[in-house]
């Protein structure tokens, strides 16, 4: 099936990377609540920034390559820096679910601030991950 429609393959793939790296933007951004003892308010801003920047730097390289095969040398700078446009904006998505969730909706059922930042990560996540995507496929690597 993924030979007769090779977008599949490529979503599929996408979703593989994706989630390597959620696990590295999850991983930075609960080191960095864990040294800096914050996880709601302004600074979740920086840090989810922080941490979904450096993901998205490993993204592109798996995506370049792997995901969307693009093999091609001709134009890197650009291709990258329209990686970055698409990412920047995944970013400002991404960042500001997390923002809006952990500051003006409180915590539920009696979770934790930390487990409620995370949660409102995965909603953020499962929003810009399409956004990328579609970005990606149709401005960055499109053939």
């Not at 679910?97 to 952990?102: A, G």
């Amino acid at each position: 099936m993924t030979k007769k429609y090779p977008v599949i393959q490529q979503f599929s793939k996408f979703v593989v990377i994706g989630v390597v790296n959620t696990g590295v933007d999850f991983l930075v951004l609960n080191l960095e609540m864990f040294l800096t003892e914050i996880s709601k308010g302004p600074y979740m801003l920086v840090q989810n920034a922080i941490s979904f920047s450096i993901a998205t730097v490993n993204s592109y390289f798996f995506n370049k390559y792997w995901t969307f095969q693009d093999k091609s040398n001709k134009d890197k700078a650009k291709k990258f820096s329209q990686f970055i446009g698409v990412s920047i904006v995944g970013v400002a998505i991404n960042s500001l679910i997390v923002f809006s969730i952990t500051t003006y909706v409180p915590p539920m059922f009696g979770i934790s601030s930390v487990l409620w930042a995370n949660l409102a990560k995965v909603a953020a996540t499962g929003i810009s991950l399409i956004w990328n995507f579609i970005g990606y496929k149709f401005w960055v690597f499109k053939k």
